[in-house]
């Protein structure tokens, strides 16, 4: 069997209101990719084993949550290079997006496309629910996803 093309890693705390709205993309985007064609992640946080399943896909798409800068609600798109990552520590249990992309060239030679989407999350207190600004965000947020899964 071939590997999916596309690697979608959605990662941060369900538990924790809007840091939980990557899980709640990746739970409709499970229904809308077939497992053929994507390997859809979630996960609290990133760690060096990703680089393995970043060398097998051809894009990769990093959804998190973060409490800025920018409005609740808007969602920030970055490029991400394969390059040197001067965002996390060696000596730090989680790694940045960046580092997954740097460790997937320097062990795996691979360098996909990559992207970043990012929602600026209004609150991170304990608890399930999004808020009104992140719920109404989340269909947009697929869309973002969708169509940076068919760009070459």
């Not at 209101?17 to 990746?26: C, M, S, Y």
């Not at 800068?69 to 960046?98: N, Y």
């Not at 997954?100 to 399930?128: D, I, K, M, W």
Request: glycine share 6%; with cysteine.
């Amino acid at each position: 069997m071939m590997a999916p093309r596309l690697l979608i890693v959605a990662y941060g705390n369900p538990l924790r209101t809007d840091d939980g709205v990557a899980w709640r993309a990746a739970a409709v985007l499970q229904k809308k990719f077939p497992s053929e064609q994507a390997e859809i992640l979630t996960l609290h946080q990133l760690g060096p084993e990703l680089a393995e399943n970043a060398s097998r896909s051809e894009c990769v798409i990093f959804v998190d949550a973060a409490a800025g800068p920018g409005r609740p609600g808007e969602i920030q798109v970055k490029e991400l290079s394969s390059g040197e990552d001067t965002e996390s520590s060696a000596l730090c249990h989680a790694i940045s997006p960046s580092h997954v992309l740097a460790l997937a060239a320097q062990l795996y030679h691979c360098r996909p496309r990559a992207y970043s989407t990012t929602v600026v999350g209004e609150n991170f207190n304990h608890g399930e629910s999004l808020s009104p600004s992140v719920e109404a965000a989340l269909p947009a947020l697929l869309g973002r996803i969708e169509e940076l899964s068919t760009q070459r």
